[in-house]
């Protein structure tokens, strides 16, 4: 149901993009309102089953000055320049520490959506980070961190003392991971936790930034995951490649004889994105199809 319900939300996305361009009377009132998340909500579970359902009202903008931990004076002193400004970001929790769930953080989204992990430094680097993620870096390749001003109570300031980490705990910076995938809207991604953490280790914190992408750049970026292994066994099906109308007809109805739903569709879209004189669909009839060929496409 979970799947479904994702197909749908994404697909319904794309029909109110074409619909209403300008956005919704709705959509158009909550951006007045100054919000632009891009994530629908979050679910969080901790190492008890109890669950936390976080919203784009709990977000906040990622800039300098912001904080870092939920109720620690810590924040963000000036970010660096390569990382993605406009971006929205949840706050590190202390309540999640040590959360050892493969599913710690579900997350759902709203628009395309890139996503950063920020992992502080003297913390550990859990398995799914280096699965999902990779560092994010300058042109000159130099690795990125934020800088972030650090004000620990007595109780810290002694724990760090007695272990020789001090001084490393106040220069400690945040690492950050880029997500190696653009995720869509309907999309879920699932993070896990920090699993059994050290002494030395800090909740992270994920950041989002909205990804300007057409309605076609969607459908080509969703097709081009999800039937890598179909185009793999020998699809003559080309996105930007000039085929004749035979061979791209021909191609058509085999799609929808195997009912490739998202292969007709990505077909459809893409050539209703070329010129005129170039598009099959307004130069030729391509419902002249074999008879056994015209009910399936019409469902």
């Given at each position: 149901?979970?799947?479904e319900?994702s ?10 993009r074409?619909v209403?361009p300008?956005g919704?009377?709705h959509h158009r009132?909550?951006e007045?309102k100054g ?5 629908r909500r979050i679910?969080?579970?901790d190492?008890?089953?109890r669950t936390?359902?976080?919203h784009?009202?709990?977000l906040?903008r990622l ?5 870092v931990f939920?109720g620690?004076p810590?924040r ?8 993605p ?5 949840v706050q590190g929790n202390?309540?999640?520490w ?6 710690f953080?579900?997350?759902s989204?709203?628009k395309?959506?890139?996503v950063?992990v920020l992992?502080p430094?003297?913390s ?12 994010l870096r300058d042109?000159?390749f130099q690795e ?10 007595w109780?810290?300031?002694l724990?760090?003392l007695?272990i020789?980490q001090?001084?490393h705990?106040?220069r400690?910076v945040?690492?950050?991971?880029r997500?190696?995938?653009v995720?869509?809207p309907?999309?879920?991604m ?8 050290h002494?030395?280790?800090s ?8 990804e300007?992408?057409s ?6 970026h ?5 039937t ?5 066994g020998g699809?003559t099906?080309s ?7 035979e061979?791209w007809h ?6 929808v ?5 998202v ?5 459809i879209?893409?050539?209703?994105l070329r010129?005129a004189s170039?598009s099959h669909m307004?130069r030729?009839d391509?419902s002249?199809?074999?008879d056994d ?7």
């Amino acid at each position: 149901m979970r799947r479904e319900t994702s197909i749908a939300a994404k697909y319904a996305f794309v029909w109110l993009r074409k619909v209403f361009p300008n956005g919704t009377d709705h959509h158009r009132a909550m951006e007045e309102k100054g919000s632009g998340c891009p994530v629908r909500r979050i679910y969080l579970q901790d190492d008890a089953g109890r669950t936390e359902v976080l919203h784009p009202d709990d977000l906040s903008r990622l800039e300098a000055g912001a904080r870092v931990f939920d109720g620690y004076p810590a924040r963000f002193e000036t970010l660096h320049p390569g990382f993605p400004s406009g971006s929205w970001y949840v706050q590190g929790n202390e309540k999640y520490w040590s959360n050892s769930l493969e599913e710690f953080m579900t997350i759902s989204f709203a628009k395309p959506t890139r996503v950063y992990v920020l992992l502080p430094s003297l913390s550990q680097e859990p398995k799914w980070l280096r699965e999902q993620f990779h560092k994010l870096r300058d042109p000159n390749f130099q690795e990125i961190k934020l800088k972030v001003s650090w004000k620990m109570s007595w109780g810290a300031k002694l724990v760090n003392l007695v272990i020789g980490q001090l001084q490393h705990a106040r220069r400690e910076v945040l690492r950050v991971f880029r997500a190696k995938d653009v995720m869509l809207p309907g999309e879920e991604m699932r993070l896990g936790g920090l699993g059994l953490a050290h002494l030395m280790d800090s909740p992270f914190l994920v950041a989002f930034k909205a990804e300007n992408m057409s309605n076609a750049q969607m459908i080509q970026h969703s097709i081009g995951r999800s039937t890598m292994g179909v185009n793999a066994g020998g699809s003559t099906f080309s996105l930007t490649g000039a085929m004749s109308y035979e061979s791209w007809h021909a191609q058509l109805v085999k799609s929808v004889r195997r009912n490739r739903v998202v292969d007709v569709r990505l077909m459809i879209e893409t050539d209703r994105l070329r010129p005129a004189s170039q598009s099959h669909m307004a130069r030729h009839d391509i419902s002249v199809l074999p008879d056994d060929g015209k009910e399936r496409l019409l469902v």
